[in-house]
């Protein structure tokens, strides 16, 4: 392996290099480089847009009888990606940039527009200043009430700044905090005295209720003692229609006792002597009957018969309810 890897050549001892022929070749020659598109175009003949960046193979060539300060400028021959149309550009080195020649036009350079467009007015100016000094005097005195323009608003930023280093921001920061917690006390306050209000609004609105409905329904006293909490006058309230709609379920279903046939049935509850002198009543009448039989009394007493025995019936219950007692 080592054989293949030799540095060292051999020459004959009859070598002579003055006998090998030298390459002519010419000086407009063309070389196949690879390059990339050096700024945006668009092709002429079809309209194709070729973006910086984009590769080519492309010829390249030195300009003939064109230099600057010395330094050779190359053209660069490539084809459209779309028409295969033929674009040449060439190198620019007194602005450092490349330049377009025949088959596209260069796209996106606004800044090279303008910079061609301020060299214009310049070397205008000079030649006008060349073959009129009155216009030499114009050009200066325009040019001296700019630049005083210039200073006086730079003086008035230096002021501006000088303004905002005086100022302390950490100051006004607390400050505007300050402000901040002072505006949210304030609504606190006010928030706090509008639900009083509302509160001793409710409070009277229920008192006044409340007093009315017990003067028209549970009849009591129109003085009522205002309580620590406004909810204990909805519970009275309450109770006392409960014992309304209680009162009158009893009626519907019963009956007013008050002036009917069903109060003589209700007998209040007696005690034990009541009870015994019930029970001897009772066997006093039944000891009377047989004899009055054949009075002619008798149908009055038959027709009266079920109304005491219903009487006598809650008599009895009542007096055996007390003896259970």
């Known amino acids: 392996m080592s054989e293949r890897k030799v540095l060292n050549k051999y020459y004959p001892p009859d070598f002579d290099p003055s006998k090998i022929p030298k390459l002519r070749l010419s000086k407009d020659r063309q070389y196949v480089v690879r390059l990339m598109a050096p700024f945006n175009m668009r092709c002429k003949t079809c309209g194709e847009y070729i973006y910086k960046g984009k590769k080519f193979n492309a010829r390249k060539e030195t300009v003939q009888n064109e230099l600057y300060m010395g330094l050779p400028i190359f053209r660069f021959y490539i084809k ?109 306050d006010e928030d706090d005295a509008e639900m009083k209000a509302m509160l001793s609004a409710s409070k009277v609105k229920r008192l006044q209720d409340s007093d009315s409905d017990s003067e028209e329904d549970c009849h009591r006293p129109s003085a009522i003692p205002a309580s620590e909490k406004p909810t204990d006058i909805l519970s009275e309230v309450n109770n006392c229609n409960r014992n309304l709609t209680n009162s009158k379920s009893w009626e519907c279903s019963v009956g007013k006792l008050s002036g009917s046939s069903l109060a003589t049935m209700v007998v209040r509850k007696k005690t034990a002597e009541g009870a015994s002198q019930l029970c001897k009543g009772l066997t006093d009448k039944i000891a009377v009957t047989p004899e009055n039989s054949k009075s002619p009394l008798n149908t009055k007493s038959n027709t009266t018969a079920p109304v005491s025995s219903l009487s006598l019936l809650g008599t009895y219950s009542g007096s055996s309810d007390t003896e259970s007692e």
Request: net charge negative.
């Open 80 to 188: 459209c990606t779309r028409c295969l149309a033929e674009i040449t550009f060439k190198t620019d080195p007194e602005n450092t940039d490349y330049a377009m020649e025949h088959g596209a036009t260069r796209n996106f350079q606004a800044e090279k527009l303008i910079e061609e467009e301020e060299k214009k007015i310049q070397r205008e100016r000079e030649e006008e200043e060349l073959n009129n000094p009155m216009k030499v005097l114009e050009n200066r005195t325009k040019d001296s009430k700019l630049e005083m323009e210039v200073l006086e608003n730079l003086q008035e930023l230096k002021e501006l700044n000088q303004r905002q280093a005086v100022v302390d921001f950490e100051k006004l920061l607390q400050q505007h905090q300050e402000r901040e917690e002072e505006e949210r006390k304030r609504e606190r």
